[in-house]
């Protein structure tokens, strides 16, 4: 089946660590994103990626790093610079015809101790 | 900037009834507007878009309507069954111009809770 792989489910980090989340499709999507869900707040995207080697910040992509080496990978560094990182991730796809319709992934949840 | 604002105070409507949630915004009309369910825990899935120029749309039990002069869309769920339980996004699309290339924006949901 098609679809967004996002890993892990549930993540805990110390202060001050670095972490990676990851994200993995299979839908042959060029683009693909990276938002970030607070409670009572909408998503608000990290960064995206139109196409491989290339990628742009989005609203909030301070204390966050990207990489897109290959069309069906798209990971998500946290890093220490983040003031705020315990939130739900949410990694999206989508093709470049018409709308821009969103596969989501099912989330990970990062929580700082 | 833009805003979106959809109700915060959960719906709680009774099975069978019609449910009916707005999403209002601000400054610019998008291109498309689209409807997305949530379930907790989960990632977002995309129920139903509706382009500007479209007043109406229907899917199944799911109905929208996008009026750009009040800059308003109503989502309605007809018949509804405590399966329809859910937080329901409506995002702005812009479409495939150079500035907004993919980029959503997401009001913070509306809640609905069916009870039998």
């Known amino acids: 089946d098609g679809g967004i792989t996002q890993s892990p489910k549930y993540l805990f980090r110390k202060e001050g660590q670095n972490v990676t989340l990851s994200c993995e499709q299979n839908?042959?999507?060029?683009?693909m994103y990276w938002y970030r869900q607070d409670p009572g707040q909408g998503l608000r995207l990290i960064y995206y990626?139109?196409?491989?080697?290339?990628?742009q910040k989005g609203d909030i992509a301070e204390g966050y790093s990207v990489s897109r080496e290959k069309k069906e990978s798209f990971p998500l560094t946290v890093t220490s610079a983040q003031k705020n990182p315990t939130a739900f991730y949410l990694c999206?796809?989508?093709?470049?015809?018409?709308?821009?319709?969103?596969?989501f992934g099912a989330g990970s949840r990062l929580t700082v101790l | 900037s833009q805003k979106i604002e959809q109700n915060s105070e959960a719906l709680n409507i009774q099975e069978g009834k019609t449910a009916t949630l707005t999403c209002n915004y601000t400054?610019?009309?998008?291109?498309?507007l689209q409807w997305y369910r949530q379930d907790p825990g989960r990632g977002p899935v995309f129920l139903l878009l509706?382009?500007?120029?479209?007043k109406e749309k229907r899917k199944e039990r799911l109905k929208v309507t996008f009026d750009t002069t009040l800059k308003q869309s109503l989502f309605h769920i007809t018949a509804s069954q405590p399966a329809d339980s859910a937080t329901y996004l409506c995002?702005?699309?812009?479409?495939?111009?150079?500035?907004?290339?993919?980029?959503?924006?997401f009001g913070a949901g509306t809640q609905v809770v069916v009870t039998p």
């Open positions: 999206a796809s989508a093709g470049t015809i018409g709308a821009n319709v969103l596969t």
């Open positions: 839908l042959n999507h060029d683009a």
């Open positions: 990626s139109q196409i491989v080697n290339d990628f």
């Open positions: 400054n610019y009309s998008p291109a498309y």
């Open positions: 509706i382009r500007e120029n479209e």
């Open positions: 995002a702005l699309d812009w479409g495939m111009t150079t500035d907004s290339w993919g980029k959503l924006q």
